[in-house]
Structure formats: structure tokens, C-alpha cells
């Protein structure tokens, strides 16, 4: 299975990543071969096996509604790539929420 | 603002509700859910943060108000729900991901009944499903004068529960119905204060317009941005003019976002081209699904409070007008306690209309809102009955229950310090006679038959004995020698 360049532009622009024309087309190649990978599980016999959303055999995992804390403002912001008044600064976008 | 063509048209409304959850901690880690007063980033850890290598557990309460309010809207609860991760890339998302729930929600198939100007519809509730809040963001121009948006976090991973009503809504004022019975049920089961100006209360709308007599189609415009019920009885009149108007010129409709605009009364395109509505929806891997066992779905049902429905019609079915009814049930605190006020001996009929109007009026005006009610529901059925039987008139009552709010003091004792009811006789006579006197058109009014003359001069009275006459002996007087007179 191969995928096209507007497939691999409509990726990027949905992850918001800028990619040179060498990228997209290693890119391409790239994504190509992981969705063969795929691909192969389309050869298997799944007609008596029922759908499942998860690989481990855990449920109900949940926990009491206690408050156990949270980092101290430092932490926080350590790894914003700019910082203004306590918060995380970035390029102006328009809010669509 | 009504519809142009009502008749030629018919309007399809779905409403989305977004509710943030009561819970002590967020959705997925231990950060304080309560982030209104902190500083901003305060409430934040690795798991809300989006670090990588963390693992997200689930609230079990945030669960627990998520079944509560499907079973309140007579939802199916599923035996088997999960988790899924919506993609997409905003700055409100620290993740780049939300986790939210895809195709196995916790609640499905429910409805909810609307009542407006005395008609019921039926809104089906397609599901209600359990997500993670975002971020908030702010735009601003920064210290060094450019423009920037800032994130504060703390919300991010706040339990946020949707609730997604069927297409049913037909009119503004059916969705303004909705919104605000919505509203007073999340309230009265707990689950969320559902303040709107406070943002925990979101109604996004779906709406189209189509031709009387044409199949529904697929396209359908979102519309958001609603902070009030009142704006979104607006936006949603505003909308039905403007699809009304372009399906008359013979103009197509687009599936678009629009956002509310409440200064110009419009709703504005937020459509950009970047934004795709591709979210990738995946199983979250990092969550293992929820099997809800029958034994808890029981057991939350039967914690459940009786429903406001249940309630209204009782007290109505008890002689309490409807209207006052309606009103009460939007407050559950206030409908205990008259349910209080009624098991301990008043009547139906007058506490539920007392209480609405007198009590609150007096409770609203203590300093200390939000407080427990500090006088004993006994104390006030013990009131409504000195009322009821005469010994107390309307007015004094509201001074009373004053009295009591500020002393703490019984209704009986009150009574007794402000000295007995003038209801002697001979004070009384001369009182009404000299009201009569003074008042030759209200006496006139009497006899022509204006029943509203004898109210007149029985409050004339009440004046000048400042409330302590019996209302029942005043009446009686006057009428006697207006009777006696003619």
C-alpha cells in the first residue's frame, strides 16, 4: 500500500508540522511501509474473533476521587518554550473554542 | 425575533451540552479539580501536563456522576464503555490529544420531557458521554508588544461530561426550556453546580432549516458561543432568520461552525481552513475499559433523589399552584425544606407559595448566602399555621419570619413579645369607622360591587394598626357597617 503526497500534506498539516519536500517524500515512503505493515493483518481469519479496543486484560481500573497534589510552578513551566506571567507563551491563535 | 416563513420551513435543533463534573480531584490524576480561584499552572502535574511516560486513572466519582445523570435522563447504561482519544492539534490541548469517549459511551438511548406554555415535548437523549476539559487560553498583547496566546492549565483534565440531545427541538424557546431544566436537574442530583457564567454549564446548538414536506438532509450548522440561556434563544432566532432567508433566495446552506456574537446579535462563519474536523478517533490505550456491573448502576439509582417531575406533581396534586411549583423545584434545597415545612404540618398549597415568595425573599436577603437555612422547618410550619388561623396577618408574618432570621427566636415567641392582636372590639370599630369616613369613594366602590374597595380599606386598617389587627375580625367589621349602613 502506497500513500500520496496531499495524503502525507493532510497529515502534517492535521499535526501542525512544516515538512521540506525532502521529508514529505521520505515521509511518504516511510508511512507507506507502516500501513503495509498493517496490511498484513488484513490476510488473518477474524470472522470468530470478537472486536476488542485493548491488548491487556485489565478493567474497572479506577481510583477514589482524593486530591494528591500537584508540581510547584517552576516544574510546571520548565519546559515551556517561552514563559509569560505565570503561564505557557505561545504564537497568537485564534480561539475556536 | 420570529421565524419568517414558521409554516413554510420546518427548524431541526440538537443541542450539545458540555457539564464540568463536582469532584474533588481531575478526571485522569490527583490535581484539584477547583482551579476558579488558583493561580494559574498551580493545579497542574505530569499526567495533565501531557508528559510522556504517564498513566492516566480514572475518576471513579466522575463515572458514578456520569451514570447519575444518564439514569436521570432515563438513559441505558451499557454493560461495557471505553475511553478513546480525540486528535487534533490546538494549544488548549497539552497532549495534542483528548481523551473522550468515541463509540462505547457510558449512556445512551435516554430522553428528557420540555415543557413550554403548558405543551410537552419529548427530547430524545442520544448519549452522554465522559471527556477531560482543556486548557484555558488567553489573548493577549504581551509585555514586549507583540501578540501571544497564554495557556493556564489548570482546567486541562477537569472531568467535563456531554450530553447529546436527538435532533427533536423545533423552537428557541423549546431550547431555552431545555437548557434550563437541564440546568436545575444537573443541580438537583449533584453532579455539577451548572453555573453558565462560570463555564460549567456549555450549550452548543446543531440547527437547520428545511422545506415543509422535503426529507431532512444531512447538513446542519453548529453554532456556539452561547454564555447565557438568553443567548441561545438568540442565536438560535437569529440562525432560522438566516437559513430561512438563504433557502428563499434559493441559496445553499453550508455544514459550518458559527459563532455567537452577543454585541451585534449575529452569528459569525468561524470556518478556517486549517482547522479540519478529522479527529482520528482511536481506542486509548493507555485506559482500560469499564465493564458497569448491574449491582452499581442499581446502587447509584437508588441514591438517586426523587426527581424534580415526581416532586412538582405531588405538591400539585396537594393543592400547590403550578406555576409557584416550577418555580421551587429549581432549587432543591428549598424544595426539602418545604417538603420539611409539609411534613411537619402546614399545608401544601400555602407553604410551597409562602416559602417561594415570603421565605425567600427573607433567606435571599441574609448576609451569608449559600449557608444552611438556620430557622427549623417546624418553626416555619409553626408560622404558616398562626397565619393560616388568623393570628398573624400576611404582613406580620413577613416581619416575623425577619424576626426570626435575625434572633433566632420561635414565631411564638415573637408573636408574644409584639404584644396580642388588636382585636377588641371597640379599638377595632372606631379604627374601621374612621377608615370608612376617610375613604367615601373606596366605600362607594364597595357597594357598587368592586370587591378589590373592601381589600382597600381592610389595608387602610392594617396600616393604622400596623399589621397587629386579625385580618379575618378586620374584614368582618367593615363589612358589617358597610352592610349596616347602606
Redesign the interface.
Known amino acids: 500500500m502506497s500513500i500520496d503526497r496531499s495524503q502525507v500534506d ?1 497529515a502534517a ?4 508540522l512544516e515538512l521540506s519536500d525532502d521529508e514529505r517524500e521520505r515521509l511518504r515512503g516511510e508511512l507507506g511501509q507502516i500501513l503495509q505493515a498493517f496490511e498484513a493483518l488484513n490476510t488473518l481469519d477474524t470472522e470468530h474473533i470478537p472486536p476488542t ?2 491488548v ?1 486484560p ?14 510547584p ?1 517552576d516544574a ?2 520548565d519546559n515551556a518554550p517561552r514563559v ?14 | 425575533m420570529t421565524t419568517a416563513s414558521a409554516t413554510a420551513y420546518r427548524v431541526v435543533i440538537g443541542l450539545e451540552t458540555h457539564v464540568q463534573l463536582r ?3 481531575k478526571m485522569f ?4 479539580a477547583d482551579y476558579a480561584n488558583a ?8 499526567v495533565c ?1 501531557g508528559m510522556p511516560g504517564v498513566l492516566p ?7 458514578n456522576h456520569t451514570i447519575r445523570t444518564g439514569l436521570a435522563l432515563n438513559c441505558e447504561i451499557p454493560d461495557y464503555a ?1 475511553f478513546d482519544r480525540k ?6 490541548l497539552m497532549k ?1 490529544y483528548q481523551i473522550s469517549q468515541y463509540d ?1 459511551p457510558l449512556c445512551i438511548n435516554g430522553h428528557f420531557d420540555v415543557d413550554v406554555d403548558g405543551a410537552t415535548t419529548r427530547v430524545g437523549i442520544t448519549r452522554v458521554h465522559l471527556e477531560e476539559d ?1 486548557a484555558r ?4 498583547t ?2 514586549d508588544g507583540s ?7 489548570n482546567r486541562s483534565g477537569a472531568p467535563l461530561m456531554e450530553i447529546v440531545s436527538e435532533p427533536d427541538i423545533q423552537t428557541p424557546a423549546e431550547a431555552m426550556a431545555y437548557g434550563e431544566k437541564l440546568r436545575a436537574l444537573l443541580r438537583w442530583i449533584g453532579v455539577s453546580t451548572a453555573n453558565m457564567e462560570d463555564g460549567a454549564l456549555r450549550i452548543d446548538a446543531n440547527i437547520s432549516v428545511w422545506p415543509q414536506g422535503e426529507p431532512i438532509g444531512d447538513v446542519k450548522v453548529e453554532v456556539k458561543n452561547m454564555n447565557s440561556f438568553r443567548a441561545l434563544g438568540r442565536a438560535l432566532a437569529f440562525e432560522i432568520e438566516r437559513q430561512t432567508g438563504r433557502r428563499e433566495r434559493g441559496e445553499a446552506i453550508e455544514q459550518e ?1 458559527r459563532g455567537w456574537d452577543e454585541t451585534s446579535g449575529a452569528t459569525r462563519s ?1 470556518r ?1 481552513k ?3 474536523h ?1 479527529y ?1 478517533y482511536f ?1 486509548e ?1 493507555d ?5 458497569i456491573t448491574r449491582e452499581r448502576v442499581d446502587a447509584l439509582r437508588a441514591a438517586l433523589p426523587r426527581m424534580p417531575d415526581q416532586v412538582a406533581a405531588d405538591l400539585i396534586q396537594q393543592g400547590a399552584p403550578e406555576a409557584d411549583v416550577a418555580e421551587l423545584v429549581q432549587d432543591r434545597p428549598l424544595t426539602d425544606y418545604s417538603l420539611a415545612v409539609i411534613g411537619a404540618g402546614a399545608s401544601a398549597g400555602e407553604a410551597v407559595t409562602w416559602i417561594v415568595h415570603e421565605f425567600r425573599r427573607a433567606l435571599n436577603a441574609q448576609p451569608n448566602k449559600g449557608a444552611a437555612i438556620p430557622i427549623s422547618p417546624a418553626e416555619i410550619a409553626s408560622l404558616l399555621t398562626l397565619r393560616a388561623n388568623g393570628s398573624v396577618s400576611s404582613t406580620m408574618a413577613g416581619e416575623v419570619l425577619d424576626e426570626m432570621f435575625a434572633t433566632g427566636k420561635s414565631a411564638e415567641e415573637i408573636v408574644q413579645a409584639r404584644g396580642p392582636q388588636i382585636s377588641g372590639q371597640d379599638e377595632l370599630l372606631s379604627i374601621a369607622r374612621q377608615v370608612i369616613q376617610e375613604n367615601p369613594q373606596a366605600v362607594q366602590d364597595y357597594r357598587d360591587g368592586k370587591g378589590r374597595a373592601l381589600q382597600f380599606l381592610m389595608g387602610q386598617v392594617m396600616r393604622i394598626t400596623r399589621g397587629k389587627a386579625n385580618p379575618r375580625a378586620v374584614s368582618t367589621l367593615i363589612r358589617t357597617q358597610l352592610d349596616a349602613e347602606s
Do not use: F, M
Request: net charge negative; with cysteine; proline share 10%.
Open positions: 493532510h498539516e492535521l499535526a501542525r479496543a485493548q491487556i485489565l478493567g474497572n481500573v479506577e481510583r477514589d476521587d482524593v486530591v494528591a497534589g500537584s508540581l510552578l510546571v513551566l509569560e506571567d505565570g503561564q505557557i507563551r505561545v504564537p497568537p491563535v485564534l480561539d475556536e473554542s | 469532584t474533588q480531584s490524576c490527583g490535581c484539584a493561580r494559574p499552572n498551580t493545579h497542574v502535574c505530569p501536563l486513572v480514572i475518576n471513579r466519582e466522575a463515572v471505553k486528535n487534533y492539534a490546538y494549544p488548549d495534542w462505547l482543556t487560553l488567553t489573548h493577549v504581551a509585555a501578540p501571544a496566546s497564554l495557556i493556564d492549565v461552525t468561524q478556517t486549517e482547522y479540519a478529522d482520528r481506542p490505550p485506559l482500560p475499559p469499564l465493564h
